[in-house]
């Protein structure tokens, strides 16, 4: 697992989550409670023009990620400790990068049943990557770590709007869509989270390991010795891409369209890149399929579709 070179902050307090999560603010998603797993509430904070793009306004480039999750405390732990334990950690982008998205968006990438931390950020001259964080108990890099992201588009002040969030091709994994440079020419790209077992490479012996132990000993110590826990390494991996779709104008605080499924499976609903029809997008027959819904793209016509009213 790599974390990222950026400032960390862990700090716990008494106070569950619950009570500062009824209302979310616009730049904030949480968890539902009552899953038996951690409440978590991410929130983009920080607003900057350090990086002067605009694309979703005045409030649409931030300088950090501010996680807070709440822990269930264990009557059987026998410390007679109730309610909940709560932890605030703080991301902040280093070397002038920004989170460039309206709000994070939580979704369990990995399989483990805890949800991971899906947001666009941007580099002063690369321009916007998709990225995943994810809070991490356990470890020496504690806190929130930052686990993949895509490539850079290339270029400053380009963008990619998330789509929607979905097991697309019913492999039982959920798999992340969004539109690369929605604004000139979209293109519609669809990538899973891919995990690596990291391979101790460079074949150095440890100090003291030099010479063998005696049969016997080597089999004690086999036989007591924990099996190490592998390292993971995590990757976007895409593996559908097509082109002309757009789900964003310049300047809007709006991502419009997303996923519905009426009865056939996840589609994604998306003007086209000129904005002149409505498309449903699909993964049939090993390839995404566009099929035009209408000509209007208003957002009662995006709304009616979502409800598979068209």
């Known amino acids: 697992m790599r974390a990222a070179a950026a400032a960390l ?8 989550v619950g ?9 904030c998603t949480a968890s539902a409670p009552g899953s038996g797993q951690p409440v978590l509430r991410a929130c983009l904070e920080g607003p900057t023009r350090s990086y002067g793009h605009g694309a979703l306004g005045p ?3 931030w300088d950090r990620l501010v996680v807070t999750i709440s822990l269930a405390r264990d009557p059987a732990a026998g410390t007679g400790a ?10 902040e982008q280093p070397d002038g990068g920004v989170f460039e998205d309206l709000a994070p968006r939580l979704a369990d990438l990995d399989g483990d049943g805890i ?3 899906v947001v666009v950020e941007a580099s002063p001259c690369g ?4 990225a995943v964080y994810k809070v991490v108990f356990a470890r020496r890099d504690r806190g929130v770590v930052r686990l993949a992201a895509t490539a850079p588009i290339g270029r400053r002040h380009r963008w990619l709007a998330p789509a929607g969030i979905a097991d697309f091709d019913g492999d039982g994994r959920l798999d992340v869509a969004y539109v690369e440079t929605p604004h000139i020419g979209g293109i519609l790209r669809i990538v899973s989270l891919d995990a690596v077992e990291v391979v101790p490479g460079d074949g150095e012996e440890e100090p003291g390991q030099g010479e063998p132990a005696p049969e016997g000993e080597a089999e004690a110590a086999a036989a007591t010795e924990p099996e190490p826990e592998p390292e ?3 990757r976007f991996v895409e593996w559908a891409t097509l082109a002309g779709f757009s789900n964003h104008r310049f300047g809007a605080d709006e991502i419009v369209g997303g996923i519905r499924d009426c009865g056939d499976g996840p589609e994604l609903v998306l003007p086209d890149a000129g904005w002149q029809s409505l498309q449903r997008v699909g993964y049939r027959y090993g390839d995404l399929r566009a099929v035009t819904i209408g000509e209007d793209t208003s957002p009662a016509a995006i709304a009616a579709a979502l409800n598979c009213e068209d």
Not at 82 to 91: K, P
Not at 127 to 130: I, R
């Open 59 to 61: 409030r649409g480039e």
């Open 82 to 91: 109730t309610g909940s334990l709560t932890r605030q950690m703080r991301f």
């Open 9 to 16: 902050l862990l700090a716990a307090s008494a106070a569950g």
């Open 19 to 27: 009570a500062a999560a009824g209302e979310l603010p616009p730049n």
């Open 115 to 117: 949800s991971e931390i």
């Open 232 to 234: 993971l390494e995590y």
């Open 127 to 130: 321009g916007a990557m998709l």
